[in-house]
């Protein structure tokens, strides 16, 4: 629809009023004036046949009509009005501006007809004989004794009445030609008055409109009306509402986008047309797609597995949740997914999508093998040393016992089972209260390097010396590191018993402690412990750090290990936020490195 600026709304109105204002006060004016000048001419005229009906009466009965006529003449010029007399049968009988004999007759004259009647006659036209518009007033006048009244008729112009209300009227049309204008300036100023405060809340819900949400619209309520007022008070209170919405729905959005890419869980947006929608971090990983570019492509292409396509077709179709196990490939590893399938439905609960969230159960599969390989192989361990002792000790209450030195050689073999048992439970107590810590990390300080190292050549001299193996120290005594220092000892004490242990008599164990710097600028502590003994085969080296991995069970039981030592070593680490390695030649050697976080450089300022 055409739309009208708020000036044409008004001016019409404005001008319309006025204008009909206008003429109907004129016309009010122009008929009152017209109505009370006649009443008081006609009352004036009246008025004035009466002064004039005696002197009229007394001459005519005389029958001075020459006196008469004189009267008449003098008194009409002096009083400016026209006097007629006019006999009962409506002949001019004399007249104060015209020659009577040659006026017609007058009986038919309204006002003469009705004076002839008796009464007062009236009436305002134009005179024949003098051409312009007259008021005629009549009254019957007693002329002759006896006979019928004639009529005294008086006559005045109305020109001077006609010339004013013509110029009356002019004024009134020239009243009616400006009251436009006037209109029109009213209307231009009314108009800005009104739409200047609709246009500032205009510029206020156009803000709105555009989504300037982040600053509050404040519209001026100052110098508007109470109306105008309310409503932009309304739009300001909207808009401060919105903006504290959108601040709401913003930080909802952010939490949500937090929860979203941080789940370690794969999750996966589908529409009702089965396209991607959004897929978080740990998804983009899973297919192996950058999260970014699958948006809007069809799920076929970015989940590629039959299960879970169908999945999603299932959902979809039910509107109902889903949940499932399904095995993807990322790469070549074969992924257990335990698949949660979610409708997204609209306000009317219909389902406009899908959400997909998948749980990698891979690792938790794995972790639980690793658990039931540890029950296993801690029973295992267990059961060895019990076995043993209890097959002694029952040969010898089978009668062994009389027998005194194949008694005391079992009791012997016994004990050591006994100490092997205690060994184990010893090793697996010291594991899980390191474990412990690694998922705390443990609380250190600095230590220096080099009293580690002697600490535990210290501890292990007793072995080394039964062996006849010299220790050998190499370490720059300013070394140091945030460490706890029991458990660093205990980690070296481990490597160190092994190095002792697995070489042959007579050789030489070295700790080393070196320093490196990292790419960042950090420096990094590594501790080795390296042996000339027999090595480790190289299939054996990546699960050497495992729980009662051993390359060969049965010597390392007879030296009376418990597969535990390198475990407590890799945990003792991992709690420093460190890392333990092996390097081994078969035959040469070994040389295991503890890598630790090395002190941080502290900037002293010095007060200037
Ligand atoms: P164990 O109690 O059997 O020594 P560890 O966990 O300490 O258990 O060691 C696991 C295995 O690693 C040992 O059985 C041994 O075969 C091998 N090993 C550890 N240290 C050395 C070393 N210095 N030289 C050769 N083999 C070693």
Redesign the pocket.
Known sequence: MHKLRLFWQIFPVCAGISLLSVLLVGWLANSTGRDFFISELNRNLSERIKLLQPTVTALAQRGADEQLQDFIRNTGRQASTRITIIDAAGVVLTDSSEDHTLMDNHASRPEVALALAGKEGRSRRGSRTLRESMLYVAQPVLLQEGQRPGVLRLAISTASYDQHSGSFTSKIVLICLVVPVLAAILSVLSARRISRPLEEMKRGAEQLAVGRFDLPTRINVDHMTVEMAGLANAINQMAEQIHQRVRIIIQQRNELEAVFSGMADSVVAIDADKNIIRMNQAASTLFMLPADSVKGRPAQGVVRNTQLLELIDYTLAHNSQQECQVTVFSGTDPITLQTHAMPLRDEVNNSVGVLLVMNDLTKLNRLENIRQDFVANVSHELKTPITVIKGYIETLLDGALAEQDTARNFLRVAAAQANRLDAIVDDLLTLSRIEDKTDQNVVTSPASAQQVLENAVEACVPLAEEKGIQLEVECAPELRAPMNQPLLEQAVI??L???I???SAGGTVLLRCRESEKSDGGKLLHLS?I?K????AKE?LPR??ERF?????A??RD?G???????IVKHIVQAHQGTVEVE?ILGK??T?TITLPGMEERVVEEDL
């Open positions: 481990n490597l018993n092994n190095a242990a697995y070489s412990v042996d003994g027999p090595g480790i054996h050497i750090f991995y051993r390359p060969d069970k010597r390392s030296m290990g418990t597969g535990l030592g390198l475990a081994s050697g070994s295991f």
